[in-house]
């Protein structure tokens, strides 16, 4: 069996596999389809890391709450200016 290759400029290859996958998952969009849809992309990745922010925020809050019984906002200005914000 012969195993053809997509060859783009620039020396990159796709196989078979990778174009069929790519025509089953885009094949009937559009160009606006498809540059609406990298941009749902990418605010959903950025959305994904706030939440994940926030969730560290929230455990490092109650981490500070358990321990002290109130929070003090010394050691949370200083780990919130660790973190670069």
């Known amino acids: ?3 053809q ?4 400029p620039g020396s990159m290859e796709f196989s078979p596999a990778t174009i069929h996958r790519w ?3 885009y ?3 559009t160009l606006s389809e498809l540059k609406r849809l990298k941009a749902l992309e990418e605010e959903n990745a950025r959305l994904k890391r ?3 922010q926030q969730a560290l925020d929230n455990e490092l809050l109650k ?3 358990s321990k ?3 929070p003090s906002c010394q050691k949370i200005n200083s ?3 660790d973190r670069g914000e």
């Open 27 to 29: 094949g009937g969009m």
């Open 79 to 81: 780990e919130v200016s």
């Open 5 to 8: 290759w997509l060859m783009l």
């Open 23 to 25: 025509k089953s998952k």
């Open 1 to 3: 069996m012969v195993v």
């Open 68 to 70: 002290n019984g109130k």
């Open 50 to 52: 706030i939440v994940a």
């Open 63 to 65: 981490e500070i709450n």
